[in-house]
Each structure stands twice: as C-alpha cells, then as structure tokens.
C-alpha cells in the first residue's frame, strides 16, 4: 500500500480498527493466478505476543491452493471514504479528492487442520455475537450436530503469520478547509460521510507529543 508517514495510525490504532471492521479483502498468487475473497478478518494476539489472523473461506474456492502452499498474502480492510468535489471545500480553486480509511495486514498463510479451523470459527462467532448482540449467549452448540458438521466440512480454515500492518487514511491532514469539509460532511444523510466529517477534524493519524 502506498502511504505518507501523515497518513499513517500507530499500531494499536490499526489493530483497534481491523478488530472493529472485522471484514476485509483476502489477496494471494498461486501458480500464476491471482486471488481474491471478501471474508470475515479475526485479528488475535497482541504486540507484544504476536498478531494473527485467523479466518475461511469455502473448500470450493480456488483460493485454498494457495492455503497449502503458504503463500504470501494481503488482507485489505476498508472504512469510510467518499468523493470530495471542489465546492466543498468553501472555494472552486481546489482539485477534487477522496477521502478514505485504509488497513493492510501481509503475511504468510498456513491451512488450518480441522480441530483448529473449528477452534477459529467458534471463536469468532462468539466474539461477535457479543459485540453485536447485548447479552448474547448464542453459540455453535446450539445448532444440531449435523449441520454444524457439514457446514466445518465445508470451508478451509488458515492463519496469516508474520504480519506486516500498513495504514492511509487520506483525511485532508496538512491541507486547510477542513472545518468548511467537515460540516459539509456532517450536513449528509450518508453514515459514512457523517463518520468521515469527525475523523477529518481529528484525524486518528495525528501524533500527540
């Protein structure tokens, strides 16, 4: 990913956002074919332990050649991002942009074996019941055993080692009409201007002495 040091959140910042999404774009080359996959990113671990990602995909993807040749890949997870016209900036005399929040996570994949693959999933799914549903004791147990079976038997389960974490989030930082940007922003209907219209007044990317 290209990025400016401007641009760019320390690392717990870009954990906390990855953790936050939880979804992303998988990328790995194979045999020289190039692949993708939309799928849920569990990022675990921590700095001082190690980061890793734990995910699936289904068994039917190409992809999960890739899997068994420990590939190197890129998880990319996006957030907010919009077209900025010049007017809204408060002046015609500026080039028009895009505002958007980016993370990647590179690394080196492994396949999962089928207890860890199960280990993985139940553990994502229990951490975002929780975050998703107040009070939520929902779990894996409470399918009946066959359809839970067949569905594991289903998808192919890896982990992304030896990460490597990039960030850009283009906000307008060292530029000026910010605050003209911002309430225009605010001023949308649309949920992720409105999020974009925070974040360019105080960008996660500034530094605090």
Not at 92 to 110: D, M, N
């Amino acid at each position: 990913m290209y990025t400016r040091e401007h641009f760019s959140l320390p690392l717990p910042a870009m954990v906390d956002f990855v953790r936050a999404k939880s979804f992303g774009v998988l990328a790995t080359h194979h045999a020289g074919t190039v692949y993708t996959s939309p799928l849920p990113v569990d990022l675990r671990g921590s700095e001082q332990n190690g980061l890793f990602v734990a995910g699936h995909v289904a068994r039917a993807n190409a992809m999960t050649a890739a899997f068994e040749a420990g590939a190197p890949a890129t998880i990319t997870v996006l957030g907010p991002d919009t077209y900025v016209p010049a007017e809204w900036f408060g002046t015609r005399s500026r080039i028009p942009t895009w505002l958007y929040c980016a993370v990647e996570i590179s690394g080196r994949l492994e396949v999962s074996d089928a207890a860890r693959t199960r280990a993985d999933v139940t553990g994502l799914i229990d951490r975002l019941q929780k975050e998703t549903v107040e009070g939520s004791t929902w779990s894996l147990d409470e399918m009946p055993a066959q359809l839970t079976e067949g569905y594991l038997k289903n998808i192919v389960g890896f982990r992304l080692y030896d990460l490597q974490l990039a960030s850009c989030f283009r906000l307008n930082q060292r530029k000026d009409h910010s605050g003209e940007l911002a309430e225009v922003l605010a001023a949308s209907d649309d949920a992720a201007r409105q999020e974009l219209a925070r974040l360019v007044l105080r960008p996660p990317t500034a530094r605090t002495e």
